[in-house]
């Protein structure tokens, strides 16, 4: 167990819809990051937040959006959802920037 | 998306046989990072490595941060079972700050037969 939680564990919508995927951190970790893992693209760096602030980002859709609320916790926001948007999507965090821990994820299905 | 070149993509071998994989960037990374994934879990990380030609063992587990920054190697040694998975090499940069992101490999497929 890293001690990163992620909910909800699956998720199955339609095209066109919108969801929001959960992430809390390890306790005392400031970062989070998210990441998508596709069978054609692999894992992919979307994005970073830092205490609450947007840090880095990667290739992340416009229709994709986070934040960092003030409890550490994060929120992917994903809309007008497709069927590429399939996938699995983990949260990790981090206390130096160094390591990175991984949660379980959570495998979106768009129908 | 950028992926990190990774040998072999999967590997076949009998329990007790030592394993060797690496994998290979076009650009220099600070930290390189190994993790192993089991099927519709998330990646676990191994080892972490943190300067050029460091070597650093975790149990059966060892791995080298290459001297040109763009490498990175894994060697498990008398495998077992529950070593089955899929490992990922991950290249970090540090963007400035506390802005940093990983670069994951592509894979290497780690089968396990007695």
């Known amino acids: 167990d890293s001690g990163v939680t992620q909910t909800p564990k699956h998720l199955i919508t339609a095209t066109g819809q919108r969801v929001t995927l959960r992430c809390s951190p390890r306790?005392?970790?400031?970062?989070v990051y998210w990441y998508q893992q596709s069978l054609d693209q692999g894992l992919q760096f979307l994005i970073q937040y830092y205490n609450g602030e947007e840090r880095a980002k990667g290739n992340i859709l416009e229709r994709f959006s986070a934040q960092q609320f003030p409890d550490l916790h994060s929120e992917l926001n994903l809309s007008s959802l497709e069927l590429g948007d399939s996938a699995l999507y983990f949260c990790a965090s981090s206390v130096d920037g160094n390591t990175q821990y991984f949660g379980p994820g959570t495998r979106l299905t768009v129908l | 998306g950028q992926q990190l070149n990774q040998s072999p993509q999967s590997m076949f071998i009998q329990e007790g046989e030592d394993v060797s994989m690496n994998c290979t960037s076009s650009?220099?990374?600070?930290?390189w990072l190994w993790y192993k994934q089991d099927p519709g879990e998330g990646p676990v990380l191994l080892i972490a490595l943190y300067k050029a030609g460091e070597l650093t063992s975790n149990g059966r587990l060892t791995a080298q941060f290459g001297i040109t920054r763009k490498d990175s190697f894994l060697n498990i040694s008398a495998s077992i079972p529950s070593d089955v998975g899929i490992y990922f090499c991950?290249?970090?940069?540090?963007?400035?700050?506390?802005?940093?992101?990983?670069?994951f490999g592509t894979g290497t497929r780690l089968q396990v037969t007695l």
């Open positions: 650009s220099i990374f600070n930290t």
């Open positions: 306790s005392g970790d400031l970062s």
């Open positions: 991950a290249g970090q940069l540090r963007t400035g700050g506390t802005a940093s992101k990983l670069t």
